[in-house]
């Protein structure tokens, strides 16, 4: 996997497979309104909302976030997956590090 995250690939293979996506989720430090709104980067788009669901590659998620770490959640078919990244948000740019040290730039756009 060259420099992408395990959890738009694994919402990518859940879209060609046609799984339905669904939970809910809350952020705990506050940071709701930092992530909050639609991220892009090389790797395709990306957008949270303060809800603690989002959206990417058109498939739903859910997250939460604790001390500059984001847990992302998907359930499908009665079965949840979670990943847990290292995130930096500095000015429009959020850095997102995944467990084996690839990271992903993402630039705000709303």
């Known amino acids: 996997m060259n420099k992408k995250l395990r959890f738009?690939?694994?919402?990518?293979?859940i879209l060609v497979f046609g799984m339905t996506v669904f939970g809910c989720s809350t952020s705990k430090d506050g940071n709701d309104a930092k992530l909050a709104g639609l991220w892009e980067s090389e790797?395709?788009?990306?957008?949270?909302?303060?809800?603690?669901?989002?959206?990417?590659?058109?498939?739903?998620?859910?997250?939460?976030?604790?001390?500059?770490?984001?847990?992302?959640s998907v359930t499908a078919w009665g079965t949840t997956q979670t990943m847990v990244y290292d995130y930096k948000i500095s000015g429009s740019t959020l850095t997102v590090t995944d467990e084996d040290g690839d990271?992903?730039?993402?630039t705000k756009k709303k």
Do not use: H, Q
């Open 8 to 13: 738009l690939t694994m919402l990518v293979m």
């Open 43 to 72: 790797e395709g788009p990306i957008e949270f909302f303060r809800d603690g669901t989002g959206v990417a590659d058109g498939m739903a998620f859910t997250w939460t976030s604790e001390k500059n770490r984001l847990r992302c």
């Open 103 to 106: 990271t992903v730039i993402y």
